[in-house]
């Protein structure tokens, strides 16, 4: 399938296959694609992302780089009629951004990159680093210093060179771009096919419904790579006219530090305080201005969540037998929130993922336990 790169920023054009990672205008490149979603050969396809092949950019014929990605569950919420939990921590390193990673890194494959380094505050590094060990390309991954002791060794563990970086989200972040000087930068923020993996969400969601939208979902979102992977998805879907209209897309962030959230409503943001939901914690989004666009264009919103409505669904999941990282715990949060006060309808699908295994916050998730109230 052919593909165009976009910048965001400036709407210049690059070749699909360059290896810059923003535009000269300091904008991120997203992807035009042209999609086809075969419906009568998806049901002879096995349960993989890459049933979805016709819909993703890369060159015929190329060596896919993977480790069994799956179809996620798609299950009713009891705690709240007409929702439907999707199990994005079953991936194979733990949350959904395996999605983004065994595409990018199959596109890189492809392009004979041997090196490569991105920052992380945690899920994204163990997915990069993971995928880059299965596809033979050597990996240096910037992480916060603060960053949780399981997510650290896991990523250890896929053999990447750990570079822990003191400081702020922002301070990893540009360390990182230092070193993509003279490496190829698998930024899971920048580089578009890391988008381009995680649309396939929507696809999933799509096929699970009897080819339909949900009528709306509510996301968690920290630099947005799944709440804009649902958007393009579904954008291709309406294009390829499978679906009559976009689902609303609701953007959950934790209130201590919230800043596309606060552009929203129109609020100045505030500091990056610390949050348990760290996965999201991310004081400046490179792409905020793309997320509030996509916001706007599906008639969606965005609030906030405390750290108590946080810790309150987390628990409550895991009373469902659902377990669970803090920062998956966000939009679940963010749905009861709404329902409390009457803003969800009563009538309609809502579709909230769990984006994170709580196995990777285990020694988070123990100090919450032994706060908690009798």
Same mark, same amino acid.
């Given at each position: 399938?052919?593909?165009?790169?976009?910048?965001?920023?400036?709407? $210049?054009?690059?070749?699909?296959?360059?290896?810059?990672?923003?535009?000269?205008?300091?904008?991120?490149?997203?992807?035009?694609?042209?999609?086809?979603?075969?419906?009568?050969?998806?049901?002879? &396809?096995? $349960?993989?992302?890459?049933?979805? &092949?016709?819909?993703?950019?890369?060159?015929?014929?190329? %060596?896919?780089?993977?480790? =069994?990605?799956?179809?996620?569950?798609?299950?009713?919420? !009891? /705690?709240?009629? #007409?929702?439907?939990?999707?199990?994005?921590?079953?991936?194979?390193?733990?949350?959904?951004?395996?999605?983004?990673?065994?595409?990018?890194?199959?596109?890189?494959?492809?392009?004979?990159?041997?090196?490569?380094?991105?920052?992380?505050?945690?899920?994204?590094?163990?997915?990069?680093?993971?995928?880059?060990?299965?596809?033979?390309?050597?990996?240096?991954?910037?992480?916060?210093? /603060?960053?949780? /002791? =399981?997510?650290?060794?896991?990523?250890?563990?896929?053999?990447?060179?750990?570079?822990?970086?003191?400081?702020?989200?922002?301070?990893?972040?540009?360390?990182?771009?230092? %070193?993509?000087?003279?490496?190829?930068?698998?930024?899971?923020?920048?580089?578009?096919?890391?988008?381009?993996?995680?649309?396939?969400?929507?696809? %999933?969601?799509?096929? $699970?419904?009897?080819?339909?939208?949900?009528?709306?979902?509510?996301?968690?979102? #920290?630099?947005?790579?799944?709440?804009?992977?649902?958007?393009?998805?579904?954008?291709?879907?309406?294009?390829?006219?499978?679906?009559? @209209?976009?689902? @609303?897309?609701?953007?959950?962030?934790?209130? !201590?530090?919230?800043?596309?959230?606060?552009?929203? $409503?129109?609020?100045?943001?505030?500091?990056?305080?610390?949050?348990?939901?760290?996965?999201?914690?991310?004081?400046?989004?490179?792409?905020?201005?793309?997320?509030?666009?996509?916001?706007?264009?599906?008639?969606?919103?965005?609030?906030?969540?405390?750290?108590?409505?946080?810790?309150?669904?987390?628990?409550?999941?895991? &009373?469902?037998?659902?377990?669970?990282?803090?920062?998956?715990?966000?939009? !679940?949060?963010?749905?009861?929130?709404?329902?409390?006060?009457?803003?969800?309808?009563?009538?309609?699908?809502?579709?909230?993922?769990?984006?994170?295994?709580?196995?990777?916050?285990?020694?988070?998730?123990? %100090?919450?336990?032994?706060?908690?109230?009798?």
């Amino acid at each position: 399938m052919l593909a165009t790169m976009i910048c965001a920023a400036c709407h $210049q054009a690059a070749p699909s296959d360059a290896f810059r990672w923003r535009c000269a205008c300091g904008g991120p490149y997203d992807l035009e694609t042209t999609a086809t979603f075969p419906r009568n050969a998806l049901r002879d &396809r096995p $349960q993989s992302l890459w049933r979805y &092949r016709e819909a993703l950019p890369l060159a015929p014929g190329c %060596e896919v780089v993977s480790l =069994g990605e799956p179809v996620t569950p798609l299950f009713p919420w !009891p /705690s709240l009629p #007409g929702a439907h939990l999707k199990l994005e921590f079953l991936f194979p390193t733990g949350s959904f951004k395996d999605r983004g990673a065994c595409v990018m890194l199959t596109h890189m494959k492809g392009l004979g990159i041997q090196k490569a380094v991105e920052d992380s505050s945690g899920n994204a590094a163990a997915a990069v680093a993971a995928y880059a060990a299965r596809a033979g390309i050597a990996c240096r991954i910037f992480v916060p210093a /603060s960053a949780s /002791s =399981g997510k650290l060794a896991q990523i250890a563990a896929y053999g990447a060179d750990l570079a822990p970086i003191a400081g702020t989200r922002e301070d990893v972040a540009a360390a990182a771009r230092r %070193e993509a000087e003279r490496s190829y930068y698998a930024s899971h923020v920048f580089n578009p096919y890391f988008f381009q993996g995680t649309k396939t969400f929507a696809f %999933e969601i799509w096929e $699970q419904l009897g080819f339909r939208a949900p009528d709306q979902l509510i996301l968690p979102v #920290g630099h947005g790579t799944l709440y804009l992977g649902a958007y393009f998805g579904f954008r291709e879907l309406l294009k390829a006219g499978e679906i009559p @209209r976009l689902p @609303r897309l609701l953007g959950i962030q934790a209130e !201590p530090c919230a800043p596309i959230a606060a552009a929203w $409503q129109g609020r100045l943001p505030g500091g990056p305080g610390t949050t348990i939901a760290e996965g999201i914690r991310i004081a400046a989004p490179d792409r905020a201005q793309s997320i509030l666009r996509a916001c706007r264009e599906t008639d969606g919103e965005f609030l906030t969540v405390s750290e108590a409505e946080i810790i309150s669904a987390l628990l409550g999941l895991g &009373r469902a037998g659902l377990y669970v990282e803090p920062t998956a715990a966000v939009a !679940p949060a963010g749905a009861l929130k709404l329902a409390a006060a009457g803003r969800l309808p009563a009538q309609g699908i809502t579709v909230i993922p769990l984006t994170g295994s709580g196995l990777k916050a285990g020694h988070a998730i123990a %100090e919450l336990l032994k706060h908690k109230p009798a």
